[in-house]
């Protein structure tokens, strides 16, 4: 009988907890740490381990995958005296899905190379939906044999796994997505409150950009305007999802890639001016940041 792969698996949010759930789904051992004890609870329902803290988390793993929020809380994890990094045998591979600055994903990689240990940057696109059903795209950053090594896992949590190049290059690609995946949501948003402010009904006026030279990811999986499409976050109150404090906390990564680089991105710092007005509410900014379509949306009575 082959010995089952464990992996350690850190974040269990609303991409990384059914991120883990596919990963026991496909065989694998998984032992799961977040900090929200009702997001551990809910790991274990889908099968995986309760990781009690996070050195136990890495006892005797194959592979970590840590799925964190910001770039503070995966070197506060990963490295000093304390961090799992010290904690980990040699032949550990260690995939990072978080969004962070390719600076300090170059950072984490060199430190595992340091030790001997293979590493590489994966951030994901896709959303929720595609977290769920095992169908993510992930940008891969480090070398092309710690990323093949990456794919068996990789394969059971995305259907499209890209190598970008380089460490950090896979951060590089997210943080370009995303600040696309801004831009024509901002740009969706603005256009459907055109056509309803002007008497068009929101999903015939959908049908009609999806089937033309307007049509794009938010018209076609993700519709910002609310009871047009089932089972995405405007219909449900914008509740869940990928939230407007993350998509700042993206785009503000990219406008700083832009600094470093003196690249021009006009329509980046648009979008990213855009969603901190919109998000200066706080509770707004745990909305998911199709609820920027509130922006353009007249108050009742108007």
């Not at 970590?64 to 994890?77: Q, R």
């Not at 380089?166 to 948003?189: D, F, P, R, W, Y």
Request: charged letters at 15%.
């Amino acid at each position: 009988m082959a010995t089952i792969e464990k992996i350690a698996f850190f974040g269990l949010g609303h991409m990384g907890g059914p991120m883990a759930a596919n990963l026991v789904a496909a065989g694998f051992e998984v032992t799961a740490f977040d900090l929200s004890a009702a997001a551990v609870q809910q790991a274990v329902a889908n099968g995986c381990k309760r990781g009690e803290s996070a050195q136990q988390t890495v006892e005797g793993a194959d592979v970590v995958i840590l799925m964190l929020p910001s770039g503070d809380a995966v070197k506060g994890l990963y490295l000093g005296a304390r961090g799992i990094l010290q904690a980990l045998d040699t032949d550990v591979l260690v995939i990072d899905s978080s969004t962070i600055a390719a600076g300090d994903a170059r950072q984490l990689i060199a430190a595992a190379g340091d030790r001997g240990i293979r590493a590489i940057d994966a951030p994901v696109s896709g959303g929720t939906a595609a977290a769920a059903a095992g169908t993510l795209s992930f940008m891969c950053g480090g070398e092309a044999a710690a990323v093949e090594s990456a794919k068996p896992y990789l394969q059971a949590m995305g259907a499209n796994i890209f190598h970008a190049g380089a460490a950090g290059s896979g951060q590089v690609a997210k943080i370009c997505n995303n600040m696309l995946l801004a831009i024509h949501m901002i740009g969706t948003a603005e256009a459907l409150q055109l056509g309803v402010d002007n008497g068009l009904d929101p999903t015939v006026l959908s049908d009609i950009m999806r089937a033309s030279s307007g049509g794009n990811w938010s018209l076609e999986k993700y519709n910002p305007y609310p009871g047009v499409m089932e089972g995405v976050p405007a219909s449900r109150n914008y509740e869940g999802g990928f939230s407007v404090a993350l998509m700042l906390k993206d785009l503000g990564l990219a406008m700083d890639t832009a600094a470093g680089s003196a690249s021009s991105t006009p329509l980046g710092a648009l979008a990213k001016n855009l969603y901190q007005l919109h998000g200066g509410d706080t509770a707004n900014a745990a909305l998911d940041f199709s609820s920027i379509q509130n922006l353009f949306r007249r108050p009742a009575g108007d």
